[in-house]
């Protein structure tokens, strides 16, 4: 199961792999599956995983005092979910992860040392690095737009960045993802649907 990671891997770092760094990955990495709507994360717990989706969807959210659910991530295949700063601290979380889909995931534990361990090797490391950079640079974006930028061009930007979302995630999630109320998503997909006819 640790095939998907490696090819991942290897795409995006300029370093290859030895036999050495993949006999590492595999026995670091500790496959899961996860049921529709199954937590790998409950606000409250301790982050021990940074996780790697090898197959199906997750979100992470926040629910407010009034039991209102903020989205701030949905992932799919090939990205990586955690909660970094409880993962790095060790602090309760405030989020909670769920998987939105059947899920196939590849948990890199901080315990026994293997998140330290597998940063020693240099084609990961540099991997990490790159996606830390894209990280940051997609955080700033989406602030940016919450706070500049109206509803409709949010969506807009969303079907060209992840159209996959759309397909995958219900009209609530997306609504909560974008920062807007659902009945303000089905008036701009509509709109969206009479440009398109």
């Known amino acids: 199961?640790?095939?998907?990671?490696?090819?991942?891997?290897?795409?995006?770092?300029?370093?290859?792999?030895?036999?050495?760094?993949?006999?590492?990955?595999?026995?670091?990495?500790?496959?899961?599956?996860?049921?529709?709507?199954?937590?790998?994360?409950?606000?409250?717990?301790?982050?021990?995983?940074?996780?790697?989706?090898?197959?199906?969807?997750?979100?992470?959210?926040?629910?407010?005092?009034?039991?209102?659910?903020?989205?701030?991530?949905?992932?799919?295949?090939?990205?990586?979910t955690s909660d970094r700063e409880s993962f790095h601290k060790e602090t309760p979380s405030i989020y909670n992860i769920d998987a939105w889909e059947e899920t196939e995931l590849l948990l890199l534990?901080?315990?026994?040392?293997?998140?330290?361990r597998v940063n020693t090797?240099?084609?990961f490391n540099e991997m990490r690095i790159k996606l830390d950079d894209n990280q940051h640079m997609a955080v700033q974006k989406r602030l940016n737009m919450a706070q500049n930028?109206?509803?409709?061009?949010?969506?807009?930007?969303l079907t060209k960045l992840y159209p996959e979302f759309l397909q995958r995630f219900p009209q609530h999630i997306i609504a909560s993802y974008l920062g807007i109320t659902k009945e303000t998503l089905s008036r701009i997909r509509h709109q969206h649907l009479k440009k398109a006819s």
């Open 109 to 116: 534990p901080k315990a026994n040392g293997y998140y330290e």
């Open 1 to 80: 199961m640790v095939n998907p990671l490696i090819q991942y891997i290897q795409e995006r770092s300029t370093i290859p792999l030895s036999e050495t760094d993949i006999s590492l990955l595999e026995e670091a990495f500790i496959p899961k599956k996860l049921r529709k709507r199954q937590f790998l994360l409950q606000e409250g717990e301790v982050c021990k995983y940074i996780a790697f989706i090898v197959k199906g969807a997750t979100r992470q959210y926040t629910v407010d005092e009034k039991g209102y659910e903020h989205v701030l991530n949905l992932c799919i295949e090939n990205w990586w």
């Open 149 to 157: 930028y109206t509803a409709d061009y949010r969506y807009e930007e």
């Open 121 to 123: 090797i240099p084609a």
